[in-house]
């Protein structure tokens, strides 16, 4: 159907909307200055009305967009309207090189008519218009799949008070509690008291009331949450519960590696906060791998970070004593024990990853094709696929360090597969199927390390042990791998060293240091021979002794960008 040429263009009338909502309005504090604005549906052009030739104009991507809200203002006989719209763009730093997301509010007074309900309600139709764009523009990363972002979102937020330095509360206030408030996010904020009490919390919550689940600490909390979820009868339903991350402790691993998984630049302290807070009210969920580790006292434990043992995992606990120094703790912790450096004698055996191979051109795809990873929104939908008590943090002696069973087996398949069951015959935890009983030598598939004297083993599967250690540039939280590192005796102190300040670039590996070795794998077992030493998972310390882990892909789902 033709428009009526003598019909004016609704495009470029005042407050009309075809395609572009157009508008002019006053400033905020000068009636006299006016501006024409204009919405589209990926930006907002704000142009001050002059008669005076070049004029500014400011372009406003709305992927940068949390929130939009209108409201009265505070004088009664102000018949005027107000609305106001939140932005975190990437802008340069003041005092440094580099961007990073930065605060900007742009407010505008409506004063069409001297109604102040009919000035009001055209406020309200242009922040409910900015809101809708704004969450049709959701950030895109390559190769993911991003679903339609729903409101409103329901947060539980968990806040260990004292993770890092004891300013993880106050930083909450401070950044993240204004952001929400702009995003129209609704929450409720609960301190934890104790150790695990955020594990209790989550395993015994009508998780139906909330959306997501927030952890505003270091890692140490989102370990409880992911341990509590998993203990519960309702595991399957109860993992898929989106999960939050906000920087408030020492190492912020996951948070650092969230910020790399949005192809942000990097940032640190309260820019990578600031970032975390923007993902978060953007509301964007994607898939975590999790890793079942089994312990030699029987226990089960599920990780979103790492195990190590070693020099990573020595410097993890020993750095304890530093924390009031922040993050430079585990700088402290590496130079402490570098004076002092130790060797670990030990057995490692893993299941290395097979790449597909590629097939040529008019080839037929496998029968089971890889996905691109999927992102959906909040609420979810399914889709298949604090820092511990320091008194707690010390050595323990290997009970059983010479039971050596990291000797292939003849079989090349594990033939029994084990399933942790209820007595109702529910399933109470995914099956381990790649790994056999810590008493079982390890399957012909598995590849055994010939070196038993060590002096790290690391097995990561997030990008970032630390916001300033890149430790796997490649990863992904969905890329189903565990990447292990291992670094065998022989390395001087210096190499050492060196290895890990290129880390912080993501250099490591091309130091060319003949004692660290790199295999991305499916599964792994670790066997200590030495009589003491310290083994960690996502940064606390477990028990000493016999371990292997397997990673889930895709078990549960994160907030992220």
Known sequence: MEKDASEPD?????????????????DLLNDRVRYSVSLTESALTIQRISSSPGRTKVVFNLTDCIGCRAYRGP????????FTAYFYPFKRRWMSAGVARQRVEQCFRVALVQDPLANL???????????????LQAPRRDGVVYAEVRRPCRFMILVNPHSGRGQALQLFTGHVQGMLTEAAVPYTLIITEHQNHARELVRNADLSQWDALVIMSGDGLLFEVINGLMEREDWQEAIQTPLGILPGGSGNALAASVNHYSQSPPVWNEELLLSCGFMLCKGLVGSLDLVSIHLSSQ????SFLSLAWGFVADVDIESEKYRHVGAIRFLMGTLVRLASLRVYQGRLAYLPFKEEPTLPKGNNPPSTPQHPSLCSSLPCQLIPNTSPNQNSRHKHNSTNSNHNTITNSSNNAITTKRLETQSDGKTRAPEDSLLPGLDQPVPESWTVVKEEDFVLVLAIYQSHLAEDLWTVPGAMADDGLIHLFYVTA??????LLRLFLA???????????????????????????????????DGEMVGYGPVQAQIHPGLARLICG
């Not at 009664?76 to 107000?82: P, R």
């Open 75 to 82: 004088d009664s006989a102000d018949v005027g309207a107000y």
């Open 10 to 26: 609704p495009s470029r009338q005042r407050n009309g909307f075809v395609g572009v909502l157009y508008g002019e309005f006053t």
């Open 121 to 135: 309600q055209e406020a309200e139709r242009w922040a409910c218009a900015i809101r809708d764009a704004s969450v």
């Open 503 to 537: 880390m912080e670039k993501g250099a490591h590996l091309a130091c060319g240091c003949p004692h660290l070795v790199y295999e991305k794998v499916k599964a792994l077992r670790l066997e200590p021979i030495s009589a003491q030493g310290m083994i960690t998972v």
């Open 490 to 495: 022989g390395i001087s102190r210096p190499a």
């Open 299 to 302: 226990q089960r434990l599920f």
